[in-house]
C-alpha cells in the first residue's frame, strides 16, 4: 500500500505544509486549549475537540506515538476574550450562587460527559489551571523583569518586546484593535495581564499572593506554562478554535517568546511547531450565543432524541477550516445519514459469515482512505469513500466489515459496534414511553390481520400525534420523530 505523506495547514505560514514530528523517539506532543468550565460548553466549542480528536486518530492512524494535553481553565479567563471584564468563573458562582469550585467541578465533568459520548478519545492528561498556580508565579517572575510592567491592577506584558508580535493573528486593522478594551496605565492597546491584582474591597473566591499582590493569573498565562511543563518548548501541534489565532494566541506566543529567551538562536520560535484552527460552528438563528441565556447544547440535542454521533459526523461532513452551518434541518440530515450509514453496516453483518476475527480490508480502498485524510484531514471525502466502500458488491460483506476497521479507527463513527435501537433516543417531551409504543404497535398490528383497517389508522394517527413514525414493512417497526425548533 501506498502511504500519502501528512499534509497539514499551519496557520502561521498560511499555507500547507508536511507534517513530520521534531523529535522521532517521543512521538508527537500536542497542546488544545480547553474549556472555560464556568457553563455547559455549547455545540460550537465542541467543534473544537471533534477536529482535535481526528487530527489524533489521524496521526495515531500514520504510526505516531502522541503526548496530548487538554487544559481545564477554571480560573483567570474574561467576560470579554480581549482580556477585559468579570472573571467568567467568579461570575457564574455569583450568579448561580454557588462555591466556584462546585461550579468548576460540575462543568468540568459536563465537559467530559460531552467527549464521550462523542465518542472522542482522552488526552494524556487534564491539565487543570488552579492546579498550576506556582508554576505560573514562577513563569512570570522570570519574564517579568524583560518584558513586563506592573500598574494598579496588576502585572501586563509588554507586547513590543518581543519581536513580530501578533504574526499569526496577521494583518489586524483599527476594527481589530478595537476589540481590546483599554485599561488604566495600559502603555499599548495589546498589552495583556500576566497578573491580576485583586481589587480594594473585591471578594474573590480565587485568589493567590504573588510578588504583585493577592490577586489571580492572567488566562493566557496558563497555556503558556502548562504546555511547557507537560511538553517542553519547542512542541509539535497546538490547537484551538480560531477565535483564538487573533488574541489568545498571539499572547500566548509572546509570553513563550519571553520565557524562552531565544530569539536570536531560533528566529521564527513561537513554541509550537504548527498552530492549527477549526473555524467557526455557525448558527443563525443564534441559539449558541451564551452571553444570550439560550444555546444549543449536546445535552439538548440528546433531549430532543439526537444521537450525539449525528453531531459528530455533521463536523465530519465539513472541514475543519470550513464554516459549518447549524440549524435543525443540518443536524437531522447528519442524523439520517447516520442511520443510513448503520442499516448499511447491520445489512452487512447479517449476510457475512464471520470467524473470531474480521478479514483484512481492501487496500485499495485503505490507500484512498489514507490519502484523503493525509490531505490536511480531508474528513468529507473519507466519508464519501466510506460509503461508496459499504455500496461496493465487488467485496464481499465480510471484506467490507473488515475495511470499515480502519474508518472507524480514523472517523470514531463506531459504526461496527451501533445498532439501529441505539440511534432510537426517546425525546424528553415524549407523551408515550417505549413500551406504551410497543404496546399500541402490536394493537396495530392485531387489528391490520383482523382486516379492520379503521382502527390500525387511527393507532398510527395516535403515534404520529405523539411523535411516533410507524415504518411498515421495515422490520425496525418504528422511530421517535425527531422536533428541533
Known amino acids: 500500500m501506498t502511504v500519502a505523506p501528512l499534509v497539514l495547514y499551519n496557520s502561521l505560514s498560511r499555507s500547507l505544509e508536511r507534517f513530520e514530528p521534531l523529535d522521532a523517539e517521543t512521538g508527537v506532543r500536542i497542546y488544545s486549549c480547553g474549556p472555560t468550565v464556568y457553563n455547559y460548553a455549547h455545540l460550537g466549542n465542541l467543534r473544537a475537540y471533534i477536529f482535535t480528536d481526528t487530527l489524533s486518530r489521524v496521526l495515531t492512524w500514520k504510526g505516531y506515538s502522541l503526548t496530548h494535553i487538554i487544559n481545564i481553565t477554571d480560573v483567570g479567563h474574561l467576560t470579554s476574550d480581549a482580556d477585559a471584564g468579570d472573571d467568567k468563573m467568579e461570575a457564574a458562582a455569583k450568579a448561580q450562587s454557588q462555591s466556584i469550585w462546585d461550579v ?3 462543568y468540568t465533568q459536563a465537559f467530559k460527559d460531552n467527549v464521550a459520548a462523542l465518542n472522542i478519545r482522552q488526552p494524556t492528561r487534564w491539565s487543570v489551571a488552579t492546579d498550576h498556580i506556582e508554576e505560573m508565579i514562577d513563569f512570570a517572575k522570570r519574564i517579568a523583569p524583560d518584558h513586563c510592567y506592573e500598574i494598579d491592577s496588576g502585572l501586563y506584558f509588554d507586547a513590543t518586546t518581543v519581536p513580530e508580535y501578533g504574526r499569526l ?3 489586524r486593522d483599527d476594527a481589530g484593535e478595537g476589540r481590546i478594551d483599554p485599561v488604566a496605565g495600559k502603555r499599548h492597546p495589546q498589552d495583556f495581564a500576566i497578573w491580576r491584582k485583586s481589587a480594594p474591597g473585591e471578594n474573590r473566591q480565587m485568589e493567590w499572593d504573588s510578588p504583585w499582590g493577592k490577586g489571580a493569573p492572567g488566562w493566557h498565562l496558563e497555556c503558556s506554562v502548562m504546555s511547557e511543563k507537560y511538553l517542553g518548548f519547542p512542541f509539535d501541534i497546538h490547537t484551538g478554535g480560531i477565535d483564538h489565532r ?3 494566541h498571539p499572547n500566548e506566543i509572546a509570553q513563550n517568546q519571553a520565557f524562552c529567551d531565544c530569539m536570536d538562536a531560533q528566529p521564527g520560535f513561537t513554541g509550537a511547531h504548527f498552530w492549527m484552527h477549526n473555524n467557526f460552528l455557525v448558527d443563525r438563528s443564534g441559539k449558541m450565543s451564551k452571553s444570550k441565556g439560550g444555546f444549543s447544547t449536546l445535552f439538548s440535542l440528546v433531549e430532543a432524541g439526537i444521537h450525539p454521533l449525528a453531531y459528530r459526523l455533521l463536523c465530519l461532513q465539513a472541514h475543519y477550516r470550513s464554516e459549518l452551518e447549524f440549524g435543525a434541518e443540518h443536524i437531522l440530515a447528519a442524523l439520517t445519514r447516520l442511520k443510513r450509514l448503520v442499516m448499511a453496516v447491520d445489512a452487512l453483518r447479517k449476510r457475512a459469515e464471520l470467524g473470531d476475527e474480521l478479514p483484512a480490508p481492501n487496500a485499495q480502498t485503505i490507500e ?3 490519502a484523503a485524510v493525509s490531505d490536511d484531514l480531508n474528513t468529507p471525502k473519507a466519508l464519501t469513500i466510506l460509503e461508496t466502500m459499504l455500496a461496493n458488491k ?3 460483506p465480510e471484506e467490507r466489515l473488515g475495511t470499515l476497521q ?3 479507527a480514523v472517523l470514531g463513527l463506531t459504526l461496527l459496534e451501533l445498532r439501529r435501537e441505539d440511534l432510537r433516543l426517546q425525546p424528553e417531551n415524549a407523551t408515550l ?6 404496546q399500541r404497535i402490536e394493537a396495530r398490528q392485531e387489528a391490520r390481520s383482523a382486516k379492520d383497517f379503521t382502527s390500525s389508522d387511527r393507532i398510527r394517527d395516535e403515534l404520529a400525534a405523539a ?9 425496525f417497526g418504528w422511530d421517535w420523530k425527531v422536533r428541533l425548533d
Do not use: C, Q, W, Y
Not at 433 to 438: A, C, S
Not at 467 to 475: A, R, S, Y
Open 406 to 408: 480502519p474508518f472507524d
Open 433 to 438: 414511553t417505549e413500551l406504551d409504543v410497543r
Open 246 to 248: 487573533e488574541i489568545h
Open 467 to 475: 411523535g411516533v413514525e410507524v415504518m411498515d414493512g421495515d422490520p
Open 394 to 396: 465487488k467485496l464481499s
Open 368 to 370: 484512498e482512505l489514507d
Open 169 to 171: 493573528a496577521g494583518a
Open 104 to 106: 468548576a467541578a460540575h
